[in-house]
């Protein structure tokens, strides 16, 4: 028989010399500080006052232990794993300051740094048990799952100690694997001391065990996170849930949800939308409205539009909250509302409540903070952007009554988008389609198949909410005059103006743009180029421009709130990215008679008439530089023959991505689905399926 390994614990604080009274003193506050700003906001709080407490004793590891700590809790990043090494350094046998290096450096995607870090600190060729079971540990908290997993069940095959399993246990529960941690501690259940944390471990799975076994009998419960199980079946719980009907001509009151007000297309998509059901709300009600519903009140909710605490990088969250505030339209901000527990809630039924105890983190989010609100606030209509925003809204809307939901997609879905993807996605949408009252929508019929191929959701299910774009002014700002201006004097022998909006983000590939403006040179050494937009590759443009010398034939405007004004400067508008929805940009482009050129990315050739007002390229994924290059001379040289395809390019794009069919389509979305009198089908509110370009 093995010795039991809680003999062999490795000590995981650090030997230290005797400290003060004082300093005594400071340790415990700062413990009790730590110990109770487990929640983000909480620890923002708290922040200032360890920093001023902490302050006088920073040379003392300890110290700089717990407000490090204290720092992680409240959520900063900023030269964390700098402060986390430094600290190391001075105590290199500290392994909870190990574990602290580690989950950091997965947390800013370094894995195989942290890795490498476990590597040396508690080598896989240990033989030592002890320390073989803090590397199980460490590795599990660094999440390298598959490692941690096999290395626990080795020593559990290999030492009878019940630390072990009961360890094992707790952590496969923390990831929501309830029916294998079950299955590891049920061995040494009986044997667990009476009212012991070990003891009241193993109770809790097997009551969760038997409880959702009714949910997913047959073994269906291995390997699966039981949050997920548990959301899935807390949405089915409305499967059959009656709406009343309502009368066509009652008006409607919709809350428009969202993630951020930051400078995308998506938000600016919703900021218009808000702005125009909020213009027709306040048309008095005897004057005639032709629009199939009237919106009666209009409000925004977003996740966040504050910058986080204690950031120095400004991310823009609030780039269109000025314009919600100027037409008035009332915004909450998520973030900031109270978070009420489901035990402090109104839910009726027994079995509903206990799903809800048990919930994938953002939906968990979504039920303790916007239910609250929706409940008390109620809306005809949530519409829910994005798939993270229906990831932690649609289950708070369900939970608060709203006959209607929107779950608004706004590209390709996260299947294809593998950065966006989580397992929560397929079962969430799945158990949505089974709920009355709960529409599909996306922005083009390009990502529409692609969610319902993924989905295995009938494609009659999906409608198309084309953008509505307004008419563009073409006036500028003093800035955006000047800035062109000097570009003009400096490039007074152009014959052509190549120019794009987007944001120098990874997914609008703004490298490849730099690179076709290069190439473009080659062949027309007089072209210039515009690109208006910022984002975090902007440092990184310039530096590609410089070494592409292209700097002296480029303009880099930043953000404007002008870009008609850019576009009227353009001869083609280029569009290089990797994933899109419909993009906004090519729609604005077409507004103006620009021809555009881009990938065939979402809904992109939707936007535009092929070889008559743009053309689309071959390959989303490897675009051929030459083809771009062949596709921009000629939309700019057919334009330049023939200025009537500007006006066919202005006709469609007002006409199919107006602000009048964008309102009535999405109106129509407002009416409750419910049976017809002649029939048992849903309602027509033409679906994909019925969709003409």
Aim: net charge neutral; charged share 25%; with cysteine.
């Amino acid at each position: 028989m093995n010795p039991p390994l809680i003999a062999e614990r490795v000590d995981l604080t650090e030997k230290r010399d005797v400290v003060s009274p004082e300093l005594q003193a400071v340790h415990a506050e700062l413990e009790e500080i730590v110990a109770t700003s487990g929640r983000v906001q909480v620890a923002q709080e708290n922040l200032p006052r360890a920093q001023a407490l902490a302050r006088g004793y920073m040379a003392d590891s300890k110290v700089r232990f717990l407000l490090l700590r204290l720092k992680e809790s409240a959520g900063l990043n900023e030269g964390m794993a700098e402060q986390w090494a430094t600290l190391l350094q001075e105590c290199p046998d500290d392994l909870q300051i190990v574990r602290y290096c580690a989950t950091r450096l997965v947390k800013e995607r370094h894995v195989d740094e942290a890795l490498s870090l476990v590597e040396r600190h508690l080598p896989e060729s240990t033989q030592n048990p002890a320390r073989l079971f803090a590397r199980a540990k460490l590795l599990s908290d660094i999440r390298a799952h598959e490692q941690s997993d096999a290395l626990f069940r080795r020593l559990i095959s290999e030492h009878l100690d019940r630390n072990i399993r009961v360890e094992f246990a707790k952590r496969l529960r923390k990831r929501g694997l309830l029916a294998d941690a079950f299955e590891v501690i049920s061995p040494v259940a009986k044997q667990l001391a009476p009212g012991s944390k070990a003891a009241e471990l193993a109770e809790g799975l097997a009551s969760d065990y038997a409880f959702y076994q009714r949910y997913e009998p047959g073994g269906r419960l291995a390997g699966k996170d039981v949050r997920i199980v548990s959301m899935k079946h807390a949405i089915l719980h409305f499967r059959d849930r009656h709406i009343a009907e309502q009368p066509p001509e009652k008006p409607v009151s919709v809350a428009l949800v969202t993630g951020s007000l930051g400078p995308g297309g998506a938000e600016r998509q919703l900021t218009r939308l808000a702005g125009e059901l909020t213009r027709m709300a306040d048309v008095p009600e005897q004057q005639p409205v032709t629009m199939l519903k009237r919106p009666e009140k209009v409000e925004v909710l977003v996740k966040a539009h504050s910058e986080p605490a204690g950031s120095n990088k400004k991310q823009g969250l609030d780039f269109f909250l000025p314009v919600l505030v100027k037409a008035q339209i009332p915004v909450t901000e998520i973030n900031k509302l109270p978070a009420i527990s489901v035990s402090h809630q109104s839910v009726p039924d027994g079995n509903l409540g206990r799903l809800l105890e048990q919930l994938p983190p953002p939906v968990h989010y979504g039920v303790t903070r916007l239910a609250p609100v929706l409940r008390a606030n109620p809306f005809d209509v949530v519409s829910l952007w994005q798939d993270g925003t229906c990831l932690f809204g649609a289950l708070a809307a369900l939970l608060a009554g709203a006959p209607t939901i929107h779950l608004v997609f706004r590209g390709l879905p996260p299947n294809i988008r593998k950065d966006r993807f989580r397992e929560e996605y397929p079962e969430l949408y799945q158990a949505l389609a089974q709920v009355p009252g709960v529409y599909f929508v996306s922005n083009s019929r390009t990502a529409a198949e692609a969610y319902a191929d993924w989905l295995g959701i009938p494609i009659v299910r999906f409608h198309v909410l084309y953008n509505g774009v307004p008419d563009l002014a073409t006036d500028a700002s003093p800035t955006d005059k000047q800035k062109w201006k000097a570009f003009q004097a400096s490039t007074t022998d152009a014959t052509e103006t190549i120019g794009g909006v987007f944001r120098l983000e990874p997914d609008k590939r703004p490298q490849l743009w730099i690179k076709l403006a290069a190439l473009y040179l080659k062949r027309r050494p007089q072209a210039r180029f515009v690109i208006v937009g910022d984002g975090r590759l902007h440092d990184n443009i310039v530096a590609l421009a410089d070494e592409m010398k292209v700097t002296d034939r480029l303009l880099l405007v930043g953000l404007s709130n002008h870009v008609g004004y850019w576009y009227s400067q353009m001869d083609a508008s280029v569009l290089l990215s990797r994933y899109e929805g419909l993009p906004n940009v090519l729609i604005e482009a077409q507004l103006l008679g620009v021809p555009v050129v881009s990938t065939p990315a979402g809904g992109a050739g939707e936007c535009f008439v092929e070889n008559v007002t743009g053309h689309l390229l071959s390959d989303v994924e490897h675009p051929d530089l030459n083809e771009a290059c062949d596709k921009v001379l000629s939309m700019v040289d057919q334009v330049r023959a023939d200025e009537s395809l500007r006006e066919q390019s202005r006709h469609r794009a007002q006409t199919l991505f107006s602000l009048d069919a964008m309102l009535s389509k999405f109106l129509a979305l407002c009416i409750p689905v419910m049976p017809t009198s002649e029939n048992d089908e849903r309602m027509d509110m033409t679906p994909l399926c019925r969709m003409t370009a």
